[in-house]
């Protein structure tokens, strides 16, 4: 069984517009949620990754808002541009980090 | 610094001939963590060393599959008699170290893509 859900599997946005997808999660013992995000041809890229104590994470363009009591997690992309097109996945890992696992993946399609 | 290798970046096997897959490190990574990806998914957890020791060999789908670390840097994952089920991207990744209480990122390498016919 999945033990990260992501939605939307794709997702279509015109530059500069807000990208926003949405992971939930069931195991209340995971306490890192990172994203990555993944070029064709290439290996995933950590992007931006936050823990359970805060509720959001800013980095440039990029923010995670977590709701910890929901046990979901999104990412938002403001002024989405073209080059941000690839496949976005999400992630989850319990302190010992020994694992992570990730969701099924959404591929942003920004259009110019 | 040069990132996480792999090697090959593709292959094509026969249905029952056995393949390796090597992944080269970043230097003075003492993690290593094997994913296999499957067309459209995301990773799926397979294996992790800890320098020269297998930790958790948990995802490791079936027992034809196989990978080692025998001096702590290069690893190799090995699929004995492939069946075209075993057909993915198998994804390397490295971190300094694994610590109770600390979160360490890992990186990826550009995977090896597997086609089994």
């Known amino acids: 069984q999945q033990q990260v859900k992501q939605s939307p599997q794709s997702l279509i946005v015109q530059k500069g517009g807000i990208s926003i997808i949405n992971c939930a999660y069931e195991n209340t013992a995971f306490d890192y949620f990172p994203w990555y995000q993944q070029f064709p041809g290439k290996g995933p890229a950590l992007l931006i990754a936050i823990r359970p104590d805060v509720s959001e994470k800013k980095e440039g363009r990029f923010t995670i808002s977590f709701n910890k009591s929901a046990k979901q997690f999104s990412l938002h992309i403001m002024d989405s541009q073209p080059g941000d097109s690839a496949t976005y996945f999400c992630a989850a890992s319990i302190r010992n980090f020994n694992k992570f696992y990730f969701g099924s993946g959404t591929k942003l399609n920004v259009k110019p | 610094g040069a990132g996480v290798s792999q090697s090959p970046r593709y292959k094509v096997a026969k249905r029952g001939q056995d393949v390796a897959l090597r992944c080269d490190p970043i230097s003075g990574h003492v993690s290593l963590f094997w994913y296999q990806q499957a067309l459209g998914q995301g990773p799926e957890f397979l294996t992790y060393f800890q320098n020269e020791a297998q930790l958790d060999k948990s995802g490791l789908p079936s027992d034809r599959f196989f990978a080692e670390r025998p001096e702590g840097s290069v690893s190799t994952l090995k699929i004995q008699r492939t069946q075209q089920e075993d057909s993915a991207v198998y994804l390397c990744?490295?971190?300094?170290?694994?610590?109770?209480?600390?979160?360490?990122?890992?990186?990826f390498g550009p995977g090896t893509r597997l086609l089994v016919l």
């Open positions: 990744a490295s971190s300094l170290r694994v610590l109770a209480g600390r979160w360490e990122t890992q990186y």
